[in-house]
Nanobody, 119 residues
Framework: QVQLVESGGGLVQPGGSLRLSCVASGFTISSYSMSWYQQAPGKEREFVAAITRDGISSTYADSVKDRFTISRDNAKNTVYLQMNSLKAEDTARYYC????????????WGQGTQVTVSS
């Protein structure tokens, strides 16, 4: 069964840090580009960061550039999102997505993990 399971969310004060993890099962992420998205209440799901299959290249939304870092460990079938200098506006549910590099119609979403930034 194909599955993406996110973890690591929680409540954190402004300026704090969190590290999200996304573990894949039922498939191997080495053939997939991996991304993180966020969705705040009442808003559309938005792109946060993406990383190539080999981990060499990554891209970020302007709102998180220089604060968030995406990484991956293909041997552990896991992708991470290190979130530093968190702001209240980062509060959202964070979702992991896997997209096949040769078959873009083949993609999977996780169920998300909630991040709340509040004092």
């Amino acid at each position: 069964q194909v599955q993406l399971v996110e973890s690591g969310g929680g409540l954190v004060q402004p300026g704090g840090s969190l590290r999200l993890s996304c573990v894949a099962s039922g498939f191997t992420i080495s053939s997939y580009s991996m991304s993180w998205y966020q969705q705040a209440p009442g808003k559309e799901r938005e792109f946060v960061a993406a990383i190539t299959r080999d981990g060499i290249s990554s891209t970020y939304a302007d709102s998180v550039k220089d604060r968030f870092t995406i990484s991956r460990d293909n041997a552990k079938n896991t992708v991470y999102l290190q979130m530093n200098s968190l702001k209240a506006e980062d509060t959202a549910r964070y979702y992991c997505r896997a997209r096949h590099i040769s078959r873009p119609q083949d993609y999977y979403w996780g169920q998300g993990t909630q991040v709340t930034v509040s004092s």
